[in-house]
Nanobody, 120 residues
């Protein structure tokens, strides 16, 4: 079994910065794509950013130039550096990872989410 645990969410003023982390633990042989999603109140969950196993990154237009996704493979940890935060960035942020475990099974896993609130 694999578990993902996010951390780093907080209340921050507009224009501020936060760094989210997502630690994966358990029976992990390999982690492929790692992603961040977010869900604002009353809205559907939306994709934010992806980092592939080779390090290629992709961003939603709404966060491009402000957010940076990165990974530390040695620590099985995914990060999201968020700068120039806006009130519309307020949401619960979730990590999602494509993991192959030691039994050979490959599937996607979700974290439990971390709350980011941008408000003055």
């Amino acid at each position: 079994q694999v578990q993902l645990v996010e951390s780093g969410g907080d209340l921050v003023q507009p224009g501020g910065s936060l760094k989210l982390s997502c630690l994966a633990s358990g029976s992990i042989a390999s982690i492929y794509n790692m992603e961040w999603f977010r869900q604002a109140p009353g809205k559907q969950r939306e994709w934010v950013a992806t980092i592939t196993s080779s390090g290629s990154t992709h961003y939603a237009d709404t966060v491009k130039g402000r957010f940076t996704i990165s990974r530390d493979n040695a620590k099985n940890t995914l990060y999201l550096q968020m700068n120039s935060l806006k009130p519309e960035d307020t949401a619960v942020y979730y990590c999602h990872e494509d993991v192959r475990d030691y039994s050979g099974q490959q599937r996607g896993y979700w974290g439990q989410g971390t709350q980011v609130t941008v408000s003055s």
